[in-house]
Structure formats: structure tokens, C-alpha cells
């Protein structure tokens, strides 16, 4: 059982940073793959980004076209927690955001285990 909770949404205005941090339970985090998503109003639930559990080699990551170059997606198994940077926020990065893990990385959301979300409102 791993649970996860999401934290530093807010308000912001659009071009400003933020970054959302999931802190995980349990003592198997490095092996989970995770993911974030996001919920606008009125629309599904989309796949923003995902890191590999780590290796080696180190993580893997992927991420969403609309995200992508602005979005940094990271891991730090020690703290058990990953995090997601978001920088040059638009209005519509609006959304509730999700933490989400996985014993595989997929842009899908079949994840095993979620998080409550953090709203991020980016305001024009």
C-alpha cells in the first residue's frame, strides 16, 4: 500500500514558476514508477509526466507535449517524494493536479495508487 500526498499548488500568474511536491508512504518508493496528471474543469484527466523507478542507470522520464520544455519532473528517493516543476505557467495549466504511482511507467492512467490533487490556478 503506498500513499501519496500532493502539495504546493496556489494561485499564480502566468509566466511565474511553482513546483508540487508528492510525499510518499512506505519503504518501497525507488521501486514505483510515478506519474503526474492533471483535471481541468469540465474535462478528463490527462497525462502530464512520468519518471521511471530509478536504476543504475538512473530515472527515465517522459512527458506531455503540451508540458514539455517547461515542465521538469524529478525524484528523490531519500525524501521519498517527486516532484514537478513547472515554469512559464499558462492559463491553461489550470487544473487539478494528481501524483500517481505505478510499479511500470505509463502515460495512461492506470496507476496503482493516487493522490487528493492540488488545484494550481494560473491566472491572464
Known amino acids: 500500500q503506498v500513499q501519496l500526498v500532493e502539495s504546493g499548488g496556489g494561485l499564480v500568474q502566468a509566466g511565474d514558476s511553482l513546483r508540487l511536491s508528492c510525499a510518499a508512504s512506505?519503504?518501497?518508493?525507488?521501486?514505483?514508477?510515478m506519474g503526474w496528471f492533471r483535471q481541468a474543469p469540465g474535462k478528463e484527466r490527462e497525462f502530464v509526466a512520468t519518471?521511471?523507478?530509478?536504476?543504475?542507470?538512473?530515472?527515465?522520464?517522459y512527458y506531455a507535449d503540451a508540458v514539455k520544455g517547461r515542465f521538469t519532473i524529478s525524484r528523490d528517493n531519500a525524501k521519498n517524494t517527486v516532484y514537478l516543476q513547472m515554469n512559464n505557467l499558462k492559463p491553461e495549466d489550470t487544473a487539478v493536479y494528481y501524483c500517481?504511482?505505478?510499479?511500470?511507467?505509463?502515460?495512461?492512467?492506470?496507476?496503482?495508487?493516487w493522490g487528493q490533487g492540488t488545484q494550481v490556478t494560473v491566472s491572464s
Open positions: 500517481a504511482a505505478n510499479r511500470l511507467m505509463a502515460t495512461s492512467g492506470k496507476y496503482d495508487y
Open positions: 512506505g519503504r518501497t518508493f525507488s521501486s514505483y514508477a
Open positions: 519518471i521511471s523507478s530509478s536504476s543504475s542507470s538512473g530515472a527515465r522520464t
